[in-house]
């Protein structure tokens, strides 16, 4: 901001000391005469006035010599002192002045030098000025980024402009009680997360909820960009952070709030040693410091936003820091329809607009396309001169924003659509029907944050530390029933089953491989496994087993997973009522909770 003012400033000056000067060596020194020449024409009465210098005598003539002199300079005679001089100056009405120092030539070159000397200063008195306009930011770098949003100017926002993401609205209204109330945490020594990560694709409604919770609870809101910090020079990014905490520090209870942590918060590579990376990591390296550096009790609440959590550093995840992780994911029909209305609130429809219809049409899109939807279709009514939106202006712009989203691969055409609903209810039917599965907690047909077309939500969701044979076969009978729902709804297979499939398949080798599991090989394990390969970080195996063996686990592992996609089908056919019940009522719903599923199945 500030930068942006002074260096034209600066420049502007810099031209000026260069005029300065050229126009005082133009200005060419005075003719050096004698002593004697210089009386001669003050007795003439040519000369107007003289400047009495420690060494020298500087006389002015009323008539400037054609050569553009300044004037006549004589040596003045010290050990000879001419008191007839001043009786002749004053005699001939010259001007008489006096002057200290030398007309030394350092001087004059100091003079013609005199702008730039000042520049400095004249930065100075700029800045101050413009920090004592700019609220508080002076041209230290580092110190001015952190801007400070007070509720009662810049953040109008609250949770009720924020729809369609009710559960990550549920965990923050925790934050928003502690920074409200901290005393009630206090007192029964409740410790409250420090670090909150909010995940999710772009324009989710990330960065409006951590508004809104400084909205919510009206306390200061640090606010910084993970992009800001990429161009710096080294050092800067990490005091900037160091900044940061100290204001913070000093305004608790509040909020910092850094968007885009992805930005810094990229996995330190270790040996690399470009100057980009080194930068980042100083300043990961300071907020790791800052974040251990105070207790959760003090007020401070750190969030972050990233859409990409999979690169981030390990060590921001760990306890003390961003423990706490809430999801912000594509909205479903209903949460897109909610989104629509806040949006409505600021715009005109006619009576006969239908958000439901509006919402029903825009699958895949997140609160900011909705936002931008929105928007179209006011100005699509302004364009037909109407003074209200209408559905058709809605249908022009569901089109319009449609065609950018097909390009991006963000939206299903109908038929990927029904594939989807039927692959994702195949997954929760046969987990509804396995003895072992874990219970399904929800199903969804809206892309997820992981880029996976549609998800089975099962809890728990990390991994367990044991788990017998038939909880492992029942789990590879739940991932194969997508592929299989697919086939019997849709009469073929698709791509969709990739991941699912690999999966699949690494469980069964496992069990084969490592957990003893199957009768023909054995309570033994085969292929050691070896640390990281240094380069490329993948696992590898060593293998100790012939080539007879191999082939053996090959059979085994063909024959597990052969009999579970047959058990699959047998309960998907078996069930078929109930898989087309779950299928339809996705493809409407594009999310199903348990209860819903429960009911479908025939299950309660
Ligand atoms: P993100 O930070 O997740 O990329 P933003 O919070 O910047 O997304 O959202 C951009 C804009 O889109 C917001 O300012 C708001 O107008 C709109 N928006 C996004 N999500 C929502 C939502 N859940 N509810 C209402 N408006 C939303
Ligand atoms: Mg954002
Ligand atoms: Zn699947």
Known sequence: MVARVVLPAALALLAAGFLWSEAVARKVAP????????????????????????????????????????GLLAKRLPALEDPALLAKLEAGGVTISGKAEPGSPVLSAMASFAPFLLLPLALWLFSSWASRRGGGRSLA???????????SRDIAVTFSDVAGVDEARAELTEVVSFLKEPEKYRAVGARVPKGVLLVGPPGTGKTLLARAVAGETGVPFFSISGSEFVEMFVGVGASRVRDLFVQARERAPCIIFIDELDAIGKARSGASGFVANEEREQTLNQLLV??????????????AATNRPEILDKALLRGGRFDRQVVVDRPDVRGRRAILAVHARKVKLTPNVDLEVV????????????????????????????????????????????????????????DEKRRVAFHEAGHALVALSV???????????IPRSTGALGATLQLPTEERYLMTRSELTDRICVLLGGRTAEALACDETSTGAEDDLARASELARMMVTRFGMSDALGAQRYGRPQALRFLTGEAAEERDYGEATARVI????????????ARAQAILKDRSAALQAIGSALLTKETLRRPELEALAGIS
């Open 31 to 70: 003719r050096e005469v004698a002593y004697s020449e210089l009386v001669k024409a003050v007795e003439g009465g040519r000369v107007s006035s003289v400047e009495v210098r420690e060494l020298d005598l500087l006389a002015r003539l009323k008539q400037p010599p054609a050569d553009g002199t300044e």
């Open 141 to 151: 770098f580092g110190k001015r980024e952190a801007r400070v949003y007070d509720k």
């Open 290 to 303: 800052e974040m251990d550096g105070f207790e959760s009790g003090v007020g401070i609440v750190v969030m």
């Open 359 to 414: 919402a029903q049409r825009t699958p895949g899109m997140v609160g900011s396309d909705l936002a931008n939807l929105v928007n179209e279709a006011a100005l699509a009514s302004v364009r037909r001169a109407a003074a209200a939106i209408a559905p058709a202006d809605f249908d022009e712009a569901v089109d319009r924003l449609q065609l950018g989203l097909k390009k991006e691969g963000r939206i299903m055409t109908a």
């Open 435 to 445: 003895a072992h599965a874990d219970p399904v907690h929800r199903v969804t047909i």
């Open 554 to 565: 090959d059979t085994e592992v063909r024959a597990l997973i052969g009999a579970q996609l």
